[in-house]
């Protein structure tokens, strides 16, 4: 029997790494991701990295048709000979390819990023993926190779093919700023606008003198005593540009807050101002003792009256406010008119400037023009007795209040100086003191 020559294992092996082991790496790939800003239709380049030496050149793009539309290659590389073929194939409703093909006998090399071409599209709907395809055709129409002609080594697909992704990034319109156009300093205030549609973040400019901080379409804003009157904006922004500003006017009106206690409604135990009563009850609601009327006044003779409000609520801790007219910008005096006490005037002028104004009655005489209130512990009170308001409590105040305590009338009367919804001793001695005191109205001489 003629025996068969056995080949070595060894030289079975050194074939098999020639054959597979020393295939050159393919150049990088990539199709360029697109944003859509304006109209409809974009480009998509294709560039390469590590093309040196290449003899042809066969890729494949998948695409959805329902999502975007083909139109042309254009920008072909002219380092390219024989020109490159570029065909649109059909293969179902939902799935179109483009196959890109070049081929030359002589190998060429282009510089690291070239562009082998710009492959038109228009926007139809969603978020397109160009997709290269390298497992179809056994991985065939994804295919370099080399100068002698040799397939080229494109495994892993993800680290020489890189996908394209089209995002529409057209900017919509910016709607209108919802939120309160009169607001008060201290306060914080809640703006929005409807979401802009493809905007990635939000620029908000905020009333001079606010603070808030937001790239979204709602933001928060602080207003202060020095907050003005004046537009909050904003507009929404992405990648491709910024849309048009939408503006709401704020009015940030001014408040002016007063601290200061009655003597006839002041509880000594408590610290706190009892609630006036009438013949039903108490008189009014909530936390409010009584009410009284404010003025503010020139600061130069003959200090007439700028401005007044009445029926403004004072609250049993001392302490009420109220919005001011913003054109009140300059220096006045406060001014506490109240039905059976004696005015009682600042002492001295106090700035408007700001939109928070505070002022404290309480901590010391000298608050009161001619250090004019009553000291009772740790509190300073404004007077009573000045039943008929002529701003000293004296004998026609004396003879008023016996008239209404001899009748015993309830109610909500000026003669009732505590507020307890009777007229009685304890009324008349309040008055009494008050008028062997000579208690009286002080302000700048008129």
């Not at 050159?24 to 974009?42: E, Q």
């Not at 979401?195 to 379409?217: C, F, K, M, R, V």
């Not at 009553?374 to 300073?380: D, F, L, P, R, S």
């Not at 009324?427 to 008129?446: K, W």
Request: glycine share 6%.
């Amino acid at each position: 029997m003629k025996s068969i020559p056995r080949i070595p294992l060894l030289l079975i092996f050194c074939s098999i790494i020639l054959n597979y082991s020393f295939a050159l790496d393919a150049p990088i790939t990539s199709a360029g991701s697109a944003n859509i800003c304006s109209g409809n239709t974009f480009k998509v380049p294709i560039t390469v990295v590590g093309f040196n030496d290449i003899t042809a050149v066969s890729l494949r793009l998948d695409y959805n048709p329902t999502q975007v539309s083909y139109s042309n290659a254009t920008g072909i590389n002219s380092s390219l000979p024989g020109g490159v073929i570029v065909n649109k194939i059909v293969v179902n409703s939902t799935l179109h390819k483009i196959m890109i093909i070049w081929s030359d006998v002589n190998p060429v090399t282009l510089s690291t990023g070239s562009k082998l071409l710009d492959l038109n599209f228009t926007y139809l709907a969603g978020t397109p993926v160009l997709t290269f395809n390298n497992t179809s055709n056994s991985g065939n129409d994804c295919e370099y190779a080399d100068a002698v002609g040799d397939p080229m080594n494109d495994s892993p697909t993800n680290t020489f093919y890189f996908n394209s992704t089209v995002s529409y990034m057209v900017l919509g319109t910016v709607g209108a700023i919802s939120g309160p156009t009169s607001v008060f300093p201290q306060s914080i205030e809640t703006y929005s606008t409807p979401p802009i549609t493809n905007a990635t973040s939000y620029n908000w400019t905020l009333p001079d003198g606010s603070s808030g901080s937001s790239t979204t379409n709602t933001i928060s804003v602080t207003f202060t005593s020095n907050s003005f009157s004046s537009p909050i904006a904003v507009n929404g922004e992405n990648a491709c540009g910024v849309t048009t500003t939408a503006s709401l006017y704020v009015t940030v009106n001014k408040v002016l807050k007063l601290k200061f206690f009655l003597e006839g409604l002041y509880n000594p135990i408590s610290l706190h101002l009892n609630k006036a009563k009438d013949q039903y009850g108490y008189r009014f609601g909530s936390d409010t003792a009584d009410i009284y009327t404010i003025e503010l006044h020139s600061n130069t003779h003959p200090y007439q009256t700028i401005y007044s409000a009445t029926n403004i609520n004072l609250n049993t801790d001392g302490t009420s406010q109220m919005s001011i007219p913003n054109n009140l910008n300059g220096s006045y005096y406060i001014v506490i008119n109240h039905r059976n006490h004696i005015n009682i005037w600042a002492s001295q002028t106090v700035s408007f400037q700001n939109n928070l104004i505070e002022y404290d009655f309480t901590d010391n005489a000298f608050k009161a023009f001619g250090n004019n209130l009553k000291q009772a512990g740790i509190h300073y009170l404004i007077p009573c007795g000045d039943i008929n308001q002529d701003n000293i409590v004296d004998a026609l105040d004396m003879i008023a209040i016996d008239n209404m305590a001899a009748v015993q009338e309830p109610g909500y009367l000026p003669e009732d100086q505590n507020g307890d919804g009777q007229i009685n001793l304890t009324d008349i001695l309040l008055v009494e003191n008050n008028s062997t005191s000579f208690v009286a109205t002080n302000q700048p001489v008129l």
